[in-house]
Structure formats: structure tokens, C-alpha cells
């Protein structure tokens, strides 16, 4: 389903990223904006994330999470596999 953007998510697994990342933002009472700034990152980036529109470098996961007060597996746990990476 395309997000209120317009544009999808690349994947299930940028979905439920992004999913997390904007539970744990609201958890904490933070804009996009402050978040961003928390991470060192642009506020649309942040935007993208949450979308689950940006498919995050391990740099990048790092910073979100630094910015969110979490260890960075707790983001990545147990995220569903890409389709392309499924062996079954």
C-alpha cells in the first residue's frame, strides 16, 4: 500500500523498519525534526526512513538509533527477510 507520499515502501523490510523507528520517535514525544537533529541527520531523511522509502547503511542505523536511545538491534531484530534474500 503506497504511504500518504505517494510512493511505497521498497520493502517489507524498509516498512517495518521505519515502523519501529516512528513507534520508538513518538514513544518519546520527538518531531521528525528533533529526531534528525538528535542524529545528525535531514529531517526528509528521517521522513523516508519512517516511509520505509530509504534502505539504511549500518552508518545510518547506528545514528537513528544513538538518536533514539536504542541499541541498534533492537531496531533490526528479527526484520522479515527481502523476498530476493529468502532461501525457502
Known amino acids: 500500500m503506497p504511504s500518504p507520499k505517494g ?5 517489507p523490510t524498509t516498512a517495518e523498519f521505519g515502523r519501529r523507528v516512528r513507534e520508538r520517535r ?10 534528525a537533529d538528535a542524529c545528525g541527520l535531514h529531517w526528509t531523511f528521517i521522513g523516508q526512513v519512517e516511509r520505509g522509502q530509504r534502505n539504511l547503511a549500518l552508518h545510518n542505523i547506528v545514528k537513528v538509533a ?4 536504542v541499541d541498534p538491534g533492537r531496531l533490526v531484530a528479527a526484520l522479515p527477510v ?6 525457502d
Not at 29 to 35: K, T
Not at 66 to 69: D, I, S, V
Open 26 to 35: 513518538n514513544e518519546l514525544g520527538l518531531s521528525q525534526e528533533a529526531l
Open 66 to 69: 544513538a538518536g533514539l536511545g
Open 7 to 11: 510512493k511505497a515502501p521498497l520493502s
Open 82 to 87: 527481502p523476498a530476493e534474500l529468502d532461501p
